[in-house]
């Protein structure tokens, strides 16, 4: 997904694409180990320490929730931050009856992923997952060989639903990100990851939200060129800025 972008980044920076556990060429979690989606957070933040100078982080869904854990070890060292639709969800229960209707959503959806993956259905659990994001028709019509490879990772994904449910992160503990935060939306997404990253524009001290109005939940995908050029633009701006603040 990320190939382009980092090909397109490289000629100016170090580009430094993981694979998150259970996703390309990682190994999957250790079968009958609770998941624990901390690691992930700390392997990004390990990743940063490898960089000579400040980092920049861009990322998608479950991959910007552990940015956005990550982002919080990593003040002073993190230059910017883009998350696109972070699936932060746990956000929608500290909130509380504000956004009770995005939390049940969510939560029955979780219900839903978890309970097939337990029965063995990995194929109706990817079904139920995907078809959230981008409706079942266009999930059926996905070629084959693409809808292997999700239904491949699904045992993870609900792991992810499980601890991301189980986080406890208080609103106050992101108020301390104090990087350059863009977050990206689409218009299209469903009503709980817009309503995560209402919730992020109002507590992130130097956040701005970007809305792709044509846009869902698989914006790097659909609106692949839109998405990049947001990131690249967030990158360069505050690159940009720092070599001011030096050169004065």
């Not at 219900?111 to 659990?125: E, K």
């Not at 045992?155 to 108020?175: C, R």
């Not at 130097?206 to 990158?235: C, K, Y």
């Amino acid at each position: 997904m990320w190939s382009a972008l980092a090909e397109q980044l490289s000629f100016r920076y170090r580009v430094l694409a993981p694979d998150l556990i259970g996703y390309g060429d990682s190994d999957k979690w250790p079968a009958g180990l609770p998941f624990d989606p901390s690691v992930e957070a700390d392997a990004v933040v390990q990743l940063a320490a490898l960089a000579e100078g400040p980092v920049h982080i861009a990322a998608h869904s479950y991959g910007a929730a552990v940015a956005l854990e990550a982002a919080r070890q990593l003040n002073g060292k993190l230059r910017s931050l883009t998350l696109i639709e972070p699936v932060a969800f746990h956000l929608l229960r500290l909130t509380g009856e504000t956004r009770s209707s995005e939390w049940q959503e969510i939560s029955r959806l979780a219900d839903r992923i978890q309970a097939a993956v337990a029965a063995g259905s990995l194929r109706s659990a990817a079904a139920i997952y995907m078809s959230f994001w981008i409706g079942r028709l266009r999930w059926w019509a996905m070629p084959n060989k693409k809808r292997r490879r999700i239904i491949a990772t699904v045992e993870k994904v609900a792991a992810e639903f499980g601890a991301l449910h189980a986080l406890s992160t208080p609103f106050e503990a992101y108020a301390r990100i104090d990087a350059p935060t863009r977050l990206v939306v689409g218009g299209r997404t469903p009503g709980p990851a817009r309503a995560v990253v209402d919730i992020l524009t109002r507590i992130l001290p130097n956040a701005h939200r970007h809305i792709l109005p044509t846009a869902g939940h698989m914006s790097p995908f659909s609106h692949a060129r839109e998405v990049h050029a947001l990131i690249a633009d967030q990158i360069a701006a505050h690159a940009a800025r720092a070599a001011a603040r030096v050169e004065v």
